[in-house]
Nanobody, 126 residues
Framework: QVQLVESGGGSVQAGGPLRLSCAASGRTVSSYTTGWFRQAPGKEREFVAAINWSGGITVYLDSVKGRFTIARDNAKNTVYLQMNSLKSEDTAVYYC???????????????????WGQGTQVTVSS
């Protein structure tokens, strides 16, 4: 079983940065695709970014391309989401997730992901 714990959320002014971390425990996730999703109040949970097992392939939601960067450190069993130039519409609870299937191609669909963290709140004020 894999446990995922997010950290790094908080409140920030529009235009500012935040870095989220997702630490895995229970077993290594170095062979898994991992992703970040978010859910704003009254909205569906949506895909933000994902990274394959090696870190060589990443995919992003169009609205965060060029502002957000997903990365991983397999030695630390940790995945990161660097968020720059934050906008008020980025306000949401951010969740980390891991897909235990073959980790070659990161996926954007929620249904592929087997393990989820509890989420961390990101609030961007304008």
């Amino acid at each position: 079983q894999v446990q995922l714990v997010e950290s790094g959320g908080g409140s920030v002014q529009a235009g500012g940065p935040l870095r989220l971390s997702c630490a895995a425990s229970g077993r290594t996730v170095s062979s898994y695709t991992t992703g970040w999703f978010r859910q704003a109040p009254g909205k569906e949970r949506e895909f933000v970014a994902a990274i394959n097992w090696s870190g060589g392939i990443t995919v992003y939601l169009d609205s965060v391309k060029g502002r957000f960067t997903i990365a991983r450190d397999n030695a630390k069993n940790t995945v990161y989401l660097q968020m720059n130039s934050l906008k008020s519409e980025d306000t949401a609870v951010y969740y980390c997730a891991a897909d235990k299937g073959p980790g070659w191609t990161p996926k954007s669909e929620l249904s592929w992901y087997d393990y989820w963290g509890q989420g961390t709140q990101v609030t961007v004020s304008s």
